[in-house]
């Protein structure tokens, strides 16, 4: 299978089995299209009254070529169907939930403002230890280990989270382990000594911010029902400025009140920030905010102008950075964890304040996805199984899509509260992740 476009001024064929990426003249995008269904004859016949004959047999050599290669019309590996993920059942990612409460009332939260439909709270300090162990001794012979430290807000629980990387520090040395913390905030509570904790301690910090003023401020009041840009972004560009060269994303998400988001990432980078991404909102469709079919024709187009804004800043400023736009043609991850993606309930789970295993955040508090607790350990093997299994070789609508080894099936949470099924791929989801990734090529076939 191959997927051809044109888009910032290149042809662009795909080879989606391989990998492979063509840049091609029109000629070669043209004949494409029959080259699978026509002799050589008929192809110069078709195409001989717009391009001359030499050139077409010239072209047809350079296919027959690629495909000799297994470059083009490559086909699928039928052997990865049966290609067990993570067998050993390690662990290598936690999102640790330190704190069930907010200081924002987000109105697109699907945490319902930080308690996950439950009671607010806060992690102790012996359940983090818990649960770091427990991260550790389920590792296997994995080295470096993931934490994020998530909410609610964790900043109000900001002395455990103190306390907590420095057990990590400790017992990682017992484990022959390396913790790599990340912190997720909105900001709010920031301060001086709280900065220099997390650019001293924190490898990468996601920082909350849904770009411009006037849309930030509507969808993420404070609790007395107050705009938060003023206050945070202040807070956001001391803490980036002082960070140096360690990791950190500005991290907005976009809803039907600002399909125009590409706005919102130029105010990102007006304001500084360099390091961006801005997610589409997924909520019933009955909400006011939320994304429908009749909304993608806009926000497919804003994805392709925003590309065209991206290409423009990069010719002069290269650390401009959008997650979404960022691929690696060359040295991604192997095959079967392109098919399997995130790992959420495999190799990577949420713990709660009480100590309770989930497949992820955003299956928290949604009690038929409670894999176990620290105590007992997962007890539930054949929801893990399921969510090993949730492939792009085990989703019918994945087979025919040559996005699927970059998104690798998509969100399971999405695909879920969408669905009813985790195999089910959210389909608005599939259709913004298709463009993202035309852009993503596009951008790196105009800066090679």
Do not use: W
């Amino acid at each position: 299978m191959i997927h051809k476009y044109f888009l910032n001024d290149k042809y662009i064929v795909l080879d989606v089995a391989s990998g492979s990426v063509h840049l091609v003249d029109e000629l070669t995008y043209d004949l494409l299209d029959d080259y699978q269904t026509m002799s050589k004859e008929e192809l110069i016949d078709k195409y001989k009254n717009k391009y001359e004959e030499n050139n077409i047999k010239t072209a047809l050599g350079e296919i027959k070529s690629l495909v000799d290669q297994e470059l083009l019309f490559t086909e699928d590996d039928n052997s990865l169907d049966d290609v067990e993920y993570n067998p050993t059942n390690i662990i290598k990612a936690m999102c640790l939930h330190v704190a069930h409460d907010c200081n924002l009332k987000c109105k697109y939260c699907f945490a319902a403002q930080g308690n996950f439909k439950g009671q607010r709270s806060l992690m102790d300090l012996e359940t983090g230890k818990k649960a770091l162990k427990f991260l550790c001794e389920n590792s296997g012979n994995r080295k470096n280990l993931e934490v994020d430290f998530f909410g609610g807000e964790p900043l109000m629980n900001f002395e455990v989270v103190k306390d907590l990387v420095k057990y990590g520090r400790e017992i990682e040395k017992d484990y022959n382990k390396h913790f790599r913390f990340t912190i997720t905030t909105n900001g709010l509570l920031l301060t001086d000594d709280k900065i220099d904790f997390i650019n001293e301690n924190m490898d990468n910090v996601v920082l909350s911010l849904d770009g411009r003023k006037e849309i930030n401020d509507p969808i993420r009041p404070t609790l007395n029902d107050k705009g938060s840009y003023d206050i945070i972004v202040p807070k956001f560009k001391k803490l980036i400025e002082t960070r140096g060269d360690k990791d950190y994303y500005i991290r907005g998400t976009y809803t039907s009140f600002n399909k125009d988001f590409r706005k919102d990432l130029l105010d990102y980078y007006e304001n500084g920030f360099k390091k961006v991404s801005i997610e589409p909102v997924v909520t019933d469709p009955k909400e006011p905010y939320a994304i429908r079919e009749e909304d993608l024709d806009e926000i497919l187009k804003e994805y392709e102008e925003f590309s065209k804004d991206y290409l423009s800043i990069r010719k002069y400023d290269k650390d401009f950075l959008f997650f979404h736009y960022m691929i690696d043609l060359n040295q991604g991850p192997c095959v079967v964890k392109r098919m399997v993606g995130c790992g959420a309930g495999s190799e990577y789970i949420a713990v709660t304040p009480e100590g309770d295993i989930y497949p992820c955040h955003q299956f928290v508090g949604e009690k038929d996805f409670l894999l176990g607790n620290l105590d007992t350990g997962i007890i539930r093997e054949d929801l893990r199984d399921e969510f090993k299994c949730a492939n792009v070789m085990n989703k019918d609508e994945c087979n025919s899509c040559f996005a699927k080894y970059y998104c690798s099936g998509g969100c399971h949470a999405n695909a879920y509260f969408n669905n009813g099924d985790i195999l089910k791929p959210y389909e608005i989801g599939c259709k913004m992740e298709r463009k993202r990734v035309e852009c993503a090529i596009s951008i790196l076939a105009n800066e090679i």
